[in-house]
């Protein structure tokens, strides 16, 4: 494509060198949108660089408002990083009860619980009964006023509050409309999916666990975190593709598919089956024949470079006391040295990673035999030295008492009027103009009344008459309906 642009280039620069032609000044591009409505693409960059200093020309989202109608964890996940990188998100919720999240596992009497204040941070709330006539109407404001509206519903249930597609377009062109649903198009598209559901249905669970067990989920909550990273993604994209073409658009984000994306390596496996067993896999080693599909690797390196967990001084009393050791070919002379087997860097046997695949149970049984003598800790000390790829096992209980994720923001203690302060995770995804803004959640409907003055514009008389209608407030309701 370039060269033939450029071959295109070097044709017109011959042809206008024969002849001068003496051109009108050119007109300088008119900024009005063109006839329907999409502004014109412009080629140059619209702003000269900032002269502010790094991280004080603002956030990466400034000026980006979001509709978020999101529960439980995929969605909400997702317009958390969104209001991390400084898009305003505005969490309608239904009055009087919120997002169900907010009374889950609650560990705080009349407080919100953690599942609900870590995933909805930095966010603000306001309630609104979207099927309540006033409310459709103050939604449909909401609508105009925001340029990404992201939901979690099951599936039809945003249709059948009348936000259609084609009707948020029609009053917002602009809008992107981004959804989690469980299952992309096909036969599974109306089921509602919780987490583990996609676990099992992305093919992760039946990948993970041992041989002789059952298939496991993880703890990693890859299908909703998971699927809302990648919608934040689809969002951006859509929002960088507007600046373009001017227009809003749909983007789906399928737990199922989202699973898949992070399990990948798992169906390279199953294609590598035809051609032979994996030789990678422990169970080759152990000569127990692989059937039809991608095994259960245990703690298999998902990789090319053989690892597994090893116990660590302390294993038998601290479930946490082990690490992750990775056999990595060009530090294997280190690593028998280490173990006290300096005889296995020129024996056949060991020498070769091909000749060490069959013998993996051995080699960590006796690597093992060297790490039970140290902490976890030592073992990352002294192995980090060799350049030898270990890993702890950290318990949440260090995570949290790490000082060097509190340093850089990936775990941060923010207060809460009702709980005290809390710990949350903060932005994992660092940007060197963009400062993360992590603040508490809010309250259910903390933000109503200034979303209805300064976002939709409503008058002093028009919010009392708002008040009264019984679409913001569960206690009106009750009231109207006595
Ligand atoms: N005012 C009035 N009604 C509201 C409202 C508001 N502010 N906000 C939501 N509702 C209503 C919706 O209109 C819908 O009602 P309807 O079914 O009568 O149309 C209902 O509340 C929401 O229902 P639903 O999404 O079905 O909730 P659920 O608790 O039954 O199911 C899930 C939860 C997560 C299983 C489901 O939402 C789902 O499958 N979501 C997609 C996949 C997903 O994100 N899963 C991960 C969750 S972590």
Not at 448 to 464: F, H, K, M, P, Q
């Amino acid at each position: 494509m370039a060269t033939r642009n450029k071959a295109k280039s070097k044709a017109a620069a011959k042809k206008s060198a024969k002849k001068v032609v003496k051109l009108p000044a050119k007109k300088p591009a008119a900024k009005t949108a063109h006839k329907n409505g999409v502004p014109r693409p412009s080629s140059k960059p619209s702003t000269r660089p900032s002269t502010k200093p790094w991280g004080q020309a603002g956030r990466a989202l400034d000026g980006v408002r979001v509709l978020d109608f999101t529960h439980v964890q995929s969605g909400p996940t997702c317009t958390q990083l969104l209001a991390f990188m400084g898009a305003d998100v505005i969490k309608v919720e239904r009055p009087g009860v919120g997002d169900v999240t907010r009374g889950q596992l609650r560990d705080v009497k009349g407080a919100d619980s953690l599942y609900f204040t870590m995933l909805n941070g930095s966010k603000r709330s306001i309630t609104l009964d979207s099927k309540h006539p006033k409310g459709k109407e103050i939604l449909e404001r909401l609508v105009k006023e925001c340029d990404v509206l992201v939901e979690n519903f099951a599936p039809g249930a945003l249709d059948r509050m009348g936000l259609t597609f084609a009707h948020i377009h029609k009053l917002n062109p602009r809008m992107i409309v981004a959804s989690v649903k469980g299952f992309g198009p096909g036969p599974y598209e109306d089921c509602k999916v919780y987490e583990n559901v996609a676990l099992c249905a992305g093919g992760s669970a039946s990948t993970t666990g041992f041989r002789d067990g059952p298939p496991l989920v993880t703890g990693a909550q890859i299908g909703d975190s998971g699927t809302g990273l990648h919608l934040a993604l689809g969002i951006v994209t859509a929002l960088y593709q507007r600046t373009r073409t001017g227009r809003g658009q749909k983007v789906l984000c399928a737990m199922q598919d989202g699973v898949l994306n992070l399990a990948r390596v798992k169906l390279r496996d199953q294609q590598r089956l035809k051609h032979g067993p994996l030789a990678e896999y422990s169970q080759y080693g152990e000569g127990i024949a692989f059937g039809k599909a991608t095994p259960r690797a245990g703690n298999d390196s998902g990789g090319g470079q053989p690892g597994w967990i090893l116990k660590c001084k302390g294993w038998e009393s601290d479930p946490d006391a082990y690490v992750y050791f990775i056999t990595q070919a060009p530090v294997w002379g280190e690593i028998c040295d280490l173990i006290g087997k300096p005889e296995w860097k020129t024996d056949p046997d060991f020498a070769t990673p091909p000749a060490r695949l069959p013998r993996l149970r051995k080699i960590f049984d006796t690597i093992e035999q060297w790490t039970m003598t140290k902490s976890k800790f030592e073992v990352m000390d002294i192995c980090n030295q060799h350049d030898i790829p270990v890993g702890p096992i950290l318990s949440m209980k260090e995570i949290a008492e790490e000082q060097s994720l509190r340093a850089t923001g990936t775990v941060v203690e923010v207060d809460h009027p009702r709980r005290g302060p809390y710990l949350t995770v903060g932005n994992p995804i660092k940007l060197s103009d963009s400062p993360p803004d992590v603040r508490r959640s809010p309250l259910l409907g903390e933000h109503t009344d200034e979303v209805l003055r300064e976002v939709l514009r409503y008058s002093a008389n028009e919010i009392g008459e708002i008040k009264a209608s019984g679409a913001i407030s569960a206690a009106d309701k009750k009231a109207e309906a006595a």
